[in-house]
């Protein structure tokens, strides 16, 4: 007998039509958010760069004054995830096998706040919207940082896990 996927776990609770630039204290707080567990790769920090960009660097200081904040990377990289890190003055796991939770989970008992009062941000639906919807943890799905021209095989994964998602049945049509 066939079990049915709960499609529930891949919709978002926020979806952004933007980069998380585009997730702004005023956003944060009608949420009634009180921290943010972050992905790496794509959501802040474009795959193929090594230094955080300076509108990241802004945004992230804005956000630091109103929740706690936390980086959760797939990344296998010490070296690249504890340079964006330091640069970010924020602490940090990787090989965090997302959409598995332990690491995740891991962050948000370190900062000592209600799941639902954290969110997990994200720019995949199959590891970090999944692993945070698994967890209860309010969920936002933004646009890949980056070149959006840019063609990998990183954004034909995203496009499918989307178009997939969406066959499915969750709802991804942008919410801000």
């Not at 079990?3 to 585009?22: E, G, M, R, Y």
């Not at 929740?67 to 340079?83: C, G, K, P, T, Y």
Request: hydrophobic share 45%; charged share 20%.
């Amino acid at each position: 007998m066939a079990v049915a996927f709960p499609v529930s776990l891949l919709q978002p609770n926020l979806s952004l039509k933007d980069t998380i630039l585009q997730l702004t204290p005023d956003l944060i707080k009608s949420h009634g958010l009180r921290g943010l567990v972050l992905d790496v790769d794509d959501t802040l920090v474009p795959t193929w760069d090594r230094e955080v960009p300076p509108e990241v660097l802004i945004w992230l200081n804005q956000t630091k004054s109103i929740v706690d904040l936390w980086l959760v990377s797939n990344n296998v990289s010490h070296a690249r995830i504890h340079r964006i890190a330091t640069a970010m003055d924020l602490p940090y796991l990787l090989r965090a096998g997302k959409p598995s939770r332990r690491k995740i989970r891991q962050a948000v008992e370190a900062m000592n706040l209600p799941i639902e009062q954290i969110g997990m941000v994200g720019d995949r639906i199959f590891t970090d919207v999944l692993a945070g919807n698994r967890l209860g943890m309010f969920t936002i799905l933004v646009r890949p940082m980056g070149d959006p021209t840019r063609f990998d095989q990183k954004l034909m994964l995203r496009s499918f896990e989307i178009w997939l998602s969406k066959r499915l049945g969750a709802t991804l049509a942008p919410d801000a």
